[in-house]
């Protein structure tokens, strides 16, 4: 057992003495596949190396696996003082050079260790990403599989409701769902692809798009200009909306004045259109860093004429117009039923 191979370890290192100038090196072999527990006791007992292999290789059962060793104790905050962060690269290379494979499910290393399943665990990841800060602290993510050239990518299956389709587009692609729109979209997913027993994740953004994004019929956002009625003391409202669009290829345009922009487009639509809407929820977020990046807005609409819901999205270089745009993307949504 690992604890009676590092008693040996002990008794050796304490009966050579401090001053014995002896390097203790352990070569543990992993035939009850204990070979990384033995090592890691064995360190602790005092040895100063282990011997092992690039992910266990060797006769028999292999021997110890430099690779989940060196990541064990990374987690424990000792540095290895190994170049272990592009994973991807050091698998192919083994895998060319010896001919060997290795396991999907080997610890650090395989293709489906950073790849929960069930609802249960991609949920728990889901929220542990959203609440872990400078510490990672990510249930069933022992590390964060960026520090080594991984992803985190959820399995997406019939079972994952909305955990799996709202966590690929927020790992892989930066928006950041709304939990009750998670669950609009997971139904999407579901009814448009068979989701067994894994989904593309290309896929999965193509189907958001084209429900949420590229949604332009009948009515297609085309400009916004926004006048700031503020210091005017005789108006009624702060803002002014002029919003050019499309009805089935026909230019129009609706204006009209409420307080703040959306609220101005909800008037207008109402007044010139005969469209009664009552906004929800808006959130908003930035897709990427930087100046230049684009903003993504989310908008959860009710019509008011037959208490239907749904969500809209709106991407802009502009926070108001992609707001905008969210609202037209739920009008499109609620023409196509």
């Known amino acids: 057992m690992p604890n009676v191979y590092a008693d040996q370890v002990e008794w050796m290192r304490e009966s050579l003495g401090e001053d014995a100038a002896v390097v203790l090196s352990v070569r543990p072999h ?127 299956r019939a079972d994952s409701e909305a955990a799996g389709p709202a966590a690929v587009m927020e790992t892989r692609y930066g928006f950041k769902l709304p939990s009750g729109m998670q669950r609009e979209f997971s139904e999407i997913v579901r009814k448009k692809l068979d989701l067994t027993p894994k989904t593309d994740p290309e896929e999965i953004l193509e189907i958001f798009r084209s429900e949420y994004i590229r949604n332009n019929e009948p009515l297609h956002f085309r400009r916004l200009q926004v006048t700031d009625l503020s210091g005017d003391s005789s108006e009624e409202f702060d803002t002014k909306v002029k919003v050019t669009y499309s009805d089935h290829g026909r230019y129009a345009c609706i204006q009209a004045a409420g307080n703040g922009p959306l609220d101005a487009v909800q008037r207008g639509l109402l007044e010139e259109l005969g469209i009664g809407i009552r906004i929800l929820d808006y959130e908003e977020h930035a897709l990427q860093a930087g100046s230049d990046s684009q903003a993504a807005a989310y908008i959860h609409m009710m019509d008011v004429k037959t208490g239907r819901t749904t969500y809209g999205v709106g991407v802009s270089s502009n926070i108001t117009r992609a707001s905008v745009r969210a609202v037209f993307s739920g009008l499109n949504r609620f023409s196509a039923g």
């Open 30 to 156: 992993n035939d009850r596949g204990m070979a990384v527990a033995a090592a890691e006791m064995a360190m602790l007992a005092g040895a100063g190396r282990v011997e092992g292999t690039l992910f266990g290789t060797g006769e028999r059962a292999g021997s110890a696996d430099i690779i989940t060793l060196a990541l064990n104790l990374l987690t424990q905050g000792i540095d290895p003082g190994l170049t272990i962060d592009n994973m991807n690269e050091i698998v192919d290379t083994c895998q060319r050079c010896t001919g060997m494979r290795v396991g999907q499910r080997h610890p650090y290393a395989g293709r489906m260790v950073f790849t929960p399943f069930s609802r249960s665990h991609q949920e728990a990841v889901s929220r542990g990403m959203k609440e872990t800060g400078d510490t990672w602290k990510v249930p069933y993510m022992i590390i964060d599989p960026r520090d080594i050239g991984r992803v985190y990518d959820p399995l997406v």
